[in-house]
């Protein structure tokens, strides 16, 4: 058959690293999916720069009337440095795995817990960083995981969820071990809360929360987590139902549209190698040779174009499988990938309206001024191999055996006899046990004298449409 190799079975989703080698394999597979999915990253991320900036400059000017000088400087810094690391992220932001994209997610992260843990050092006072860290900044983090999402990639959101983390808690265990409680602090806040400890220990600021800071942490990685699942599943399931589609596509050129309906769901017809009887017809432009030597390239194609469009649908009408082209002509069978019970018929039908499409479209080209084009149809119904072939790098599905040889050489008759359609006895026999002779599919038809064909010993009967 044609160019692209004919689809296998897709695996089904298997679980964590199975689901994401099969997802890599898919995207090498399919450039255009891959090259789609890269564009549409770098759009996102685009957009997410852009709104990392226009965000970044409302702070900075909101925090020019609402902080003080010189604590502003501070503030003002870093919104400067979260600016530059997301223009940096735009040109390194791409599908897949990227170690400088990680490595500026990781000073997103990185830069969010130093001011998440950090006193601003020109405040005017001198707080304690546990004071400074039991600010409820850790929420913002949720928005980097957000961004994170844009990378495509389960590995990017389980980083930024573990690195989070990671940072938090290392930051939590640094300002603890630094610290020391003011045991004032905590007699006063004892006597103001009735000796409730728990109210006492959560409203000193001179002491580490470990129970807020430890659920913070847990609660990220958790959504981290399931996000990179799902980021996991979506790249699967995208990759999935574009190959699908590729696939699908690939069919619906070669097949009539019912038949790839049936091969989308089990494609086990394809892979097997068997003998069976189908109907083969070659059709081809009697006099192309000379016709296009008398016409430009564009018009020599644009006939070509024109001609296979018609017998393509001729043959997809009639339940047909578009072999092959062939130049100025096609190959097309009847029963394959899988028999019906009027393969016979339907490529005799196929063949008859050919020449009523050719007798249309040639009325056309007199009215626009143009010559009539000639076809000639050749059919026969036999036994015939079917099976893929090819190498490992590409397969093609064939069909081959002696019955193919004939519709060809049938189709090469039509000249010298000076007819339009030759079909085998064999074939019309078939045509007529499978719908008899009420649909007036043998009308016009004549029995003519035996021919011989090159490759059959015995002179093969035939019937001819003039």
């Known amino acids: 058959m044609a160019e692209a190799p004919l689809p296998q079975t897709l695996s089904r989703f298997y679980w964590f690293s199975r689901v994401d080698d099969r997802a890599e394999t898919l995207i090498a597979q399919n450039k ?3 090259a789609a999915l890269e564009e549409h990253k770098r759009r996102g991320v685009e957009l997410a720069v852009r709104a990392r900036i226009i965000a970044m400059s409302v702070i900075g000017i909101m925090v ?3 902080t003080p000088w010189p604590d502003v400087l501070y503030y003002e810094a870093l919104v400067v440095l979260f600016i530059l690391i997301g223009l940096a992220q735009r040109r390194y932001a791409r599908v897949g795995t990227s170690r400088a994209e990680l490595a500026l997610l990781f000073c997103d992260l990185l830069l969010m817990t130093v001011i998440a843990g950090v006193p601003n050092p ?4 001198d707080l304690p960083a546990t004071f400074h860290f039991q600010f409820e900044i850790h929420k913002y983090f949720f928005v980097l995981l957000a961004m994170a999402t844009l990378a495509y990639s389960w590995r990017t959101i389980f980083a930024v969820g573990t690195w989070t983390t990671m940072l938090w808690l290392s930051v ?4 603890w071990f630094n610290s020391t409680p003011d045991p004032a602090i905590e007699a006063a806040l004892l006597e103001l809360y009735g000796g409730i400890e728990v109210y006492a220990a959560f409203l000193d600021p001179t002491r580490m929360v470990w129970d807020q800071r430890i659920q913070e942490a847990v609660v990220f990685l958790m959504c981290a987590f399931i996000l990179g699942i799902s980021v996991r599943r979506f790249n699967h399931l995208l990759m999935a139902q574009a190959t699908a589609e590729r696939e699908r596509t690939n069919l619906a050129r070669y097949f009539s549209p019912n038949v790839v309906e049936q091969l989308s769901g089990n494609d086990e017809p394809l892979k097997q190698v068997r003998t069976q009887n189908i109907a083969v017809l070659f059709v081809d432009i009697v006099g192309f040779t000379t016709f296009a030597a008398q016409r430009s390239p564009e018009d020599v194609i644009k006939v070509l174009r024109d001609f296979h469009a018609r017998m393509e649908n001729e043959v997809f009408r009639h339940n047909g499988t578009l072999d092959k082209f062939l130049g100025d002509g096609l190959m097309a069978t009847f ?5 019906s019970d009027r393969d016979a018929a339907n490529a005799l039908a196929c063949a008859r309206s050919m020449i009523d499409t050719m007798t249309v479209w040639n009325a056309e080209r007199a009215e626009a001024g143009e010559p009539e084009i000639r076809a000639s149809v050749g059919v026969h119904y036999g036994p015939a191999v079917l099976g893929d072939i090819g190498g490992e ?3 093609e599905y064939a069909v081959i055996g002696n019955t193919v040889n004939v519709a060809s050489r049938l189709e090469a008759l039509t000249r010298p006899l000076g007819a339009r359609l030759l079909a085998s006895a064999d074939l019309i026999d078939r045509a007529r046990s499978e719908c008899g002779s009420e649909e007036g599919i043998l009308e016009a038809l004549d029995p003519l004298e035996p021919q011989s064909v090159r ?5 093969v009967p035939v019937w001819a449409l003039r």
Do not use: E, K
């Open 172 to 175: 939590a265990v640094i300002i």
């Open 335 to 339: 029963g394959t990938p899988v028999t």
């Open 64 to 66: 020019l009337f609402l």
């Open 122 to 125: 020109f405040a005017a006072q």
């Open 455 to 459: 490759g059959v010993p015995d002179p």
């Open 32 to 34: 255009h999916v891959a």
């Open 393 to 395: 790098q590409r397969l």
